[in-house]
């Protein structure tokens, strides 16, 4: 999905109502913009009761490097 917005004189963007409604996003929530890969990246804050599960199903293994000092 890509939807292209306007930047106003104040630095204001609207989130389009599609990307509202697939993250669940409602007026008076907050949200974090973070930059990655060169990308500005818009996430949800949820509080904790929302996130508890959110990773449920998803690999979440970190391959880690054999620790040099044994």
Known sequence: ???TVTVSPKYQIVIPQ???ERMG???GQ???FM???GAVVIV????PDEAF???KGLDVK???EKDQSA
């Open 18 to 20: 599609e990307v509202r």
């Open 35 to 37: 930059e990655w890969k």
């Open 53 to 55: 599960g959110f990773l």
């Open 25 to 27: 996003i409602k007026p």
């Open 44 to 47: 949800p804050v949820l509080s």
């Open 62 to 64: 970190l391959e880690r």
């Open 30 to 32: 907050k949200v974090t």
């Open 1 to 3: 999905m890509s939807t």
